[in-house]
Every structure is written in structure tokens, then in C-alpha cells.
């Protein structure tokens, strides 16, 4: 055997096995990891978000709720930790109670933590530079708008954005109303409380707001209290006959031929619910025509008078949030749905 060649076999091997082996787990391990960093960003379910909150330990609890859908995982994400905070007045002993309301929130939510908070507080007041005008009322914190369920809450549930950092939910509830310079009286004047009753318009004569508003007319010291009952209109015919009764047409007279003209405007309207000009034009001569109006009436018609006050009230009932009626605001106080007079009076009461 040539020299060189017996050489080349008394040298030791080096070790190729072994350093495939290695750079094979290698391989192995590194493709592992990047295809498990792949499917978690493909798979995560669009219905959780993802945000700074998650650490890693949250997501790879959320793998145990993982779900199999068309050959694909899907990842709930957990809701994250966010405040509800009820903000009551506890002087308003006819503001609504809101104990179910925050009952259910507690249970539909699990990640909330619930809180307390009373306006005259110093966080309450706080809370309340924020734009709330009326209480009891439940902030959510920022990141409640990455909680499942909760985009659907904000069509459904009327929650709507306070600021950068809560949204509000308003109760239907009775309510104090915070906005003093805004609420809907026509006068101020010393001890001196407004009553302001919304109803819809002429409904409220087979109701108890209609009752009410004659009995404190009647009954109470004109000095101390004044009251306005305020039409809430539902369609444009409604509000041409709500002008007539507020140029001082008896609601008799109006009642009597609500029908009658409802009939013939629809003869030559197109759309009962959006009137033109020249509709209501002629809309109004035939109502003058059938109310038989004197002259002092048809003067105040003719000028639309009372016409901006009409679409102030409607205009107020949206403002402050009105979607049940009768509505009554007594001074700072707001009472939703009917009343009976003793309840009206005790409000009274303690606003004078």
C-alpha cells in the first residue's frame, strides 16, 4: 500500500455525522418557530384586537379557547380590564335606580371593575368637566370599546363617546339635569319653578299630563310655579295644526278636524311625511279654512308666529334625550313616562 495513502487512514475522522445531525435540529427548530410566529398572525380571530395589553402569557393562555374552523385556528383573544363608573346624585330621591342595570353590566362584562362615584364628590365633579349634563348616568373607560360584544352595545344600547378616554350610557330613567343655562325653561325669575311637560302632540289629552298640567294651572300658587306643556310633533300635518293651537285655537276645534284635513292634504301631497313649500302653502289656507279662524288667529298663522317655537321644542326633546312620553322637567328634575300629581308636587318641593 502506497505511503501516502496509509497515511491518510491513520488520521482520525472528523465527527460528520454528529454535525449533520446538529445542523439538521437546527434547521428543524428555527422553521418550528417561525411557522408558529406565521400562524398566530394569520390565525388570530378578526373579532379579538389586538393591543399593548396582551402579553405573552395572555396568548398562549387564549391557545386553550382556540377553535378549528376550515382547516384554520382561531384565537380568542381575552376582553381586556376596563371601569364602569355609575355617577349618581344622592340627593335626587326620584332619580332612577340603577342597581340591575350595573347588576347585568357586571355579569355581561367579567374583565369590569364596577365603581361608585356621587356628583358632589370630588372625583365626581371631576367626572362631570368631562360633559356630562344629566345623572344618574355609566361611564365605560377607554378600552371598553375592544370588549366583544361592545360595538353592538353602542347601536343598540345608545353608548356613545364622552371624551377621548369614556364613553356614556343614559339611562330612561328620572334624571337630574346638570346644564342649567341649557334646560328648557322660557323664563327664569326667582323661586320660581318651571314646569315643562313634553308630550306627543294632542295624545296628550286622553293622559295624565294633560290632568296634571290643568290641576297645577288651577290649584297651585301662580307666584311660585309656572307650567308649559310643550307638543312634541311626529309628522308635518301635526305640526300646521300645533301652530293653529298655539295662535289659540281651542285642541277641541282641532281635534274635530284632524282627521278631515289629514284626508284632504293627502289628496294633493305626494309625501305626507316631507311637505314642500307650495304643499304647505296650500296646506295652511285649507286648514284656516276649516278651523274657521277669526282675524287675530289668522294674522298669527299667516306670520308663522309660533312656528320656531314648535321647532324648538322638538328640538329640545332631542337635545335632552327624550324618547318616552310624557316628559316632564321640574326644574332640575327630570320625570320620565306618567306621573300621578303627588309625585309632581313632592318634585316641586324640593326645587323651591
Known sequence: MPKKHKKFLETPLPQWSEVLLIGTLLIISVSINVLNFINLEKNVNTKGVMTPSYVESQ??????????INNRVWIKLPDPPFEIISITDRSCSSCADLSLTLSYLAKRFPT???????????TGKKLVEKGIQEVPVILFSEPFQYVEGAKEMMKTDGITALSQTFFQMKGNGNKK??????????????????????DRFLSGDTKNSSLIASTLNESVNKNLIYVEKRPIIQNPIDSLLAEAMECGV???KIVNIRTQLQQQIRAFVENPEKLTESEI??????????LSMDKTQSECYTNHTFQNKVQRTAAEAVRIGLTTFPSYVIGHELLIGDQNIEDILDAIKEQQ
Do not use: Q, W
Open 59 to 68: 396568548l398562549r393562555a387564549s391557545l386553550k379557547e382556540k377553535e378549528f
Open 177 to 198: 339635569l346638570l346644564d342649567s343655562e341649557n334646560l328648557p325653561t322660557t323664563y327664569e325669575i326667582n323661586k320660581k319653578v318651571s314646569v315643562v311637560i313634553y
Open 250 to 252: 281651542e285642541p277641541s
Open 281 to 290: 302653502k296650500k296646506s295652511s289656507n285649507l286648514l284656516k279654512k276649516l
Open 112 to 122: 369590569a371593575t364596577l365603581r361608585n362615584v356621587d356628583i358632589s364628590s370630588k
